[in-house]
């Protein structure tokens, strides 16, 4: 029977019987058979289409089982957001991937683009090897992923990646595997036309990228690295050119493997005169960072954690305190949001870096307007509110004289918000001595040839006491809690009232899960509300809640 005597309204209702399956198969009729089972497809899994074709799809997992089905739904034609999860090693890892190009080739925007590279935990097969090997399959469908991402995303972030690379390191090496006889990946990040590398080429993770030379230039803003991927050779190029040729406005480094990257040399290749923020969630390489802002003025916001001050200090060992000191001033001259963990926020805000009393009364930060302390709690701690008291003691006076101070606190499995300062800054009694005297004849072959893991964990002042004794919570007028994927649900009450019992000004709590990628959306919406419950239970004089950077007000507090 044609379908043309059958209505589409009724040829929707009896697709709407149809499994899955059915209904890809389906899809490879007529166009107008397919149309409509891709409605009546997107219609099962409850995702919802505009009138002018704009999905969103916030949810990784069921992204990827509706990829064959998306990339034949031509009617779409933008994206809010986009969350993927390649699982490796996968038999479908390269039609994943592939599958993702042609959704991005086809769709005119997309506002943000979240790919993660999930782990199996199974081998690496032979055929596998073979196939992903064929041709440079792999690294032609992922450098097609990235350009197609530069060219409609608006955001980009990729995370994991760090057991692919590794993998993939081994097999370049002829490395074998348990139960795999010993293979070989060269070719994969070897074009054939590629020059060959020579002593005096650039170090394996800053080596010359073999993407196309003219840069990709689109609608990319924002630009998260979560993966080391980004940032080993051959992707680090298209990162380098994605970055200076676009208008990036922010530019976000996660918790990444940091001891295998040159930052200095990384930094120093970029170029990003829009840039207005700039993140490191994880390791901050602080000489690095002062280079890069002083070049880069028109950065307001900026982001701080762990961070490695042995750099600076092997750095400025080399040239004049003056002229260190100079370039502080001009890396953050134009600042105007900072945050930071608590014991780098007493090092940048007191006189540390003052060489003499001519410089004692000098304000790095003089358009400084909020400030932001980041504290992370791992599952099982406890958040002692008088640690924190006695690391910020030294700067109470001057967190007063700012418009806004907040305490961010990312609940998370594993903890941070340390500074690392080299041996000799970190005496018996704990608190930092002033700027290092080294002799540059002895002691600087010693610091440039010691790793940076045998710098020292800087803890500073301790105490025993759990409650506070002084009224510097009071200067807090926010909260932000942020949730991880790993986040412990039966520690909240007691974090929410720990917090709630030393700041009792705040007006403000900002709840954030964005954290919680590739969670099903229904376990994300459980954590708002069980949260906001106890936050509205706990704090007294709350004016508006935010979550996930929603605005809510608070109208009342009781039910």
């Not at 530069?150 to 057991?163: H, I, L, P, Q, W």
């Not at 599952?379 to 003691?393: D, P, R």
């Not at 540059?440 to 010691?450: F, G």
């Not at 004016?543 to 507090?557: A, E, I, L, S």
Request: hydrophobic share 40%; net charge positive.
């Amino acid at each position: 029977m044609s379908n043309c005597y059958l209505p589409s309204e009724l040829l929707l209702n009896i697709f709407g019987f149809l499994e899955y399956e059915d209904l890809y198969t389906l899809t490879q009729t007529s166009t107008h058979f397919s149309h409509l089972s891709l409605i009546s497809y997107f219609a099962q899994r409850k995702v919802f289409i505009t009138p002018d074709g704009r999905v969103d799809l916030p949810d990784a997992p069921k992204t990827m089982e509706m990829l064959p089905f998306l990339r034949k739904a031509r009617f779409i034609k933008s994206i809010n957001r986009l969350s993927c999860g390649i699982v490796q090693p996968h038999r479908l890892f390269l039609e994943h991937i592939s599958d993702l190009a042609v959704i991005l080739r086809h769709t005119r925007s997309v506002e943000k683009f979240t790919l993660d590279f999930y782990v199996s935990g199974e081998p690496w097969s032979i055929s596998m090897v073979k196939q992903i090997n064929a041709g440079n399959a792999l690294f032609n469908a992922l450098n097609e992923l990235f350009t197609l991402a530069t060219r409609v995303c608006r955001s980009v972030m990729v995370r994991n990646g760090t057991a692919l690379r590794a993998v993939l390191k081994e097999a370049e090496k002829g490395g074998s595997r348990k139960g795999v006889s010993s293979w070989s990946l060269t070719r994969l990040f070897v074009s054939d036309k590629s020059p060959k590398r020579t002593s005096n080429s650039i170090p394996d993770s800053l080596s010359p990228p073999v993407f196309p030379a003219a840069p990709v230039k689109g609608p990319l803003r924002v630009l998260e690295i979560n993966s080391i991927l980004l940032l080993s050779s051959p992707f680090i190029g298209w990162t380098i050119r994605s970055l200076n040729a676009n208008d990036i406005t922010d530019l976000i480094f996660g918790t990444i493997e940091h001891r295998e990257i040159d930052w200095n040399t990384l930094l120093s290749q970029l170029h990003v005169p829009t840039l207005k923020c700039i993140t490191f969630r994880g390791h901050t390489p602080f000489n690095a960072l002062i280079n890069f802002a002083s070049r880069h003025r028109v950065i307001t916001t900026m982001t701080l954690n762990d961070i490695d001050m042995e750099g600076w200090f092997r750095h400025t060992a080399l040239i004049s305190a003056h002229e260190s000191f100079n370039k502080l001033v001009r890396a953050f001259k134009n600042i105007k949001k900072l945050a930071c963990c608590p014991r780098g926020l007493v090092l940048l805000l007191s006189n540390f870096f003052s060489i003499n009393n001519d410089t004692s009364h000098v304000d790095l930060f003089p358009n400084l307007q909020s400030i932001s302390v980041l504290w992370s709690v791992g599952i099982g701690q406890q958040l002692k509110m008088s640690v924190v008291e006695a690391i910020l003691a030294p700067i109470a006076e001057k967190l007063k004289a700012y418009e806004n101070v907040s305490f961010v606190v990312t609940y998370r499995t594993d903890v941070g918000a340390c500074i690392r300062l080299p041996s000799n800054l970190v005496p018996d009694d704990g608190e930092p001595r002033s700027r290092p005297t080294i002799d540059t004849e002895t002691d600087i072959p010693n610091i440039t040839t010691r790793p940076p893991t045998s710098a020292t964990l800087y803890t500073g002042i301790t105490s025993t006491s759990d409650k506070p004794s002084s009224s510097l919570f009071t200067i807090f007028n926010e909260i932000k809690i942020e949730l991880t994927s790993r986040a412990d649900r039966g520690g909240i009450p007691d974090l929410v009232k720990n917090l709630a019992e030393s700041f009792t000004k705040i007006k403000y709590v900002r709840i954030d899960t964005r954290l919680r990628t590739g969670r099903a959306p229904e376990e994300n919406k459980a954590w708002k509300l069980y949260l906001c419950h106890h936050a509205l239970k706990h704090f007294g004089h709350l004016n508006v809640f935010f979550v996930d950077g929603t605005r809510t007000k608070v109208v009342g507090q009781e039910g």
